[in-house]
């Protein structure tokens, strides 16, 4: 049982990882020191895109229900703090269930 959260765990944190380096690249891109027309550029931001989008899309519209008027995007910190809730319930129902 914790072999099988330890795995679970781990792939949260990897997923964490991709979504902070999506961010980093489209800041960098926004703020054009990367250029969207460069091959390798264009596929981190695609893959980048893929891996992450069907996490955040949820939360995107919800954050767009609840502030309409809000700027700055929100999604990816609500998504880690979810992902990190998530492991670190399953990790605690583990070890009561231990117990």
């Known amino acids: 049982m914790f072999a099988l959260i330890n795995l679970i765990a781990q792939a949260v944190s990897i997923y964490i990882f991709f979504l902070v380096m999506y961010i980093v690249i489209t800041w ?3 703020f054009n020191v990367l250029n969207r027309s460069n091959g390798l550029v264009r596929m981190l931001d695609d893959i980048g895109k893929s891996v992450t989008e069907p996490g955040l899309r949820p ?6 229900r609840m502030f309409p008027t809000m700027a700055i995007d929100l ?10 809730f998530a492991v670190n319930l399953m990790k ?3 070890i ?4």
Do not use: V
Not at 59 to 64: A, C, F, I, K, S
Not at 75 to 84: D, H, Q
Not at 96 to 99: I, R
């Open 28 to 30: 960098l891109i926004h």
């Open 59 to 64: 939360l995107r519209r919800l954050q767009q």
């Open 75 to 84: 999604s990816p910190i609500a998504l880690i703090l979810l992902l990190e």
């Open 92 to 94: 605690e129902l583990a």
């Open 96 to 99: 009561n269930a231990a117990a």
